[in-house]
């Protein structure tokens, strides 16, 4: 068995869009609307997809404190540089619990919790 997506529900398509796509750097896969008042976008996250879902019938989204979900770049003090120039202000870290990790944490739009991190 292996993981093929993961899902997050968005009250916000665009703008969940716009912070997944300009601001971390992934890309549309497929984007469809299986009915009226629901937006379904697959954003290439490699190995595994990124899911946002926009839903009118559940308007609301509860993103759990416990849950965060982790990206990997090359390197840490760019991608924090290029998060500042886009306007990000709510970073945390960098944080090297161990010799060879380096990571931070963001927000999304909806206040999921981002991990982004470095092998060093």
Not at 52 to 78: C, K, M, T, W, Y
Not at 99 to 115: E, S, T
Request: hydrophobic share 40%; glycine share 10%.
């Amino acid at each position: 068995m292996t993981i093929t997506w993961i899902t997050i529900h968005v009250t916000n398509m665009d703008e969940s869009k716009r912070f997944y796509c300009d601001v971390l750097g992934l890309k549309v896969k497929h984007e469809m609307a299986p009915r009226p008042g629901m937006k379904i976008c697959f954003l290439d996250g490699g190995p595994i997809d990124y899911e946002l879902i926009e839903d009118d019938g559940h308007p609301e989204v509860n993103i759990g404190a416990s849950v965060s979900a982790g990206f990997r770049v090359d390197s840490l003090d760019q991608k924090i540089a290029d998060l500042k120039k886009k306007g990000v202000e709510n970073i945390v870290g960098p944080i090297q619990p161990a010799p060879n990790i380096r990571f931070i944490y963001i927000k999304d739009p909806d206040g999921m919790g981002i991990q982004i991190s470095e092998r060093v």
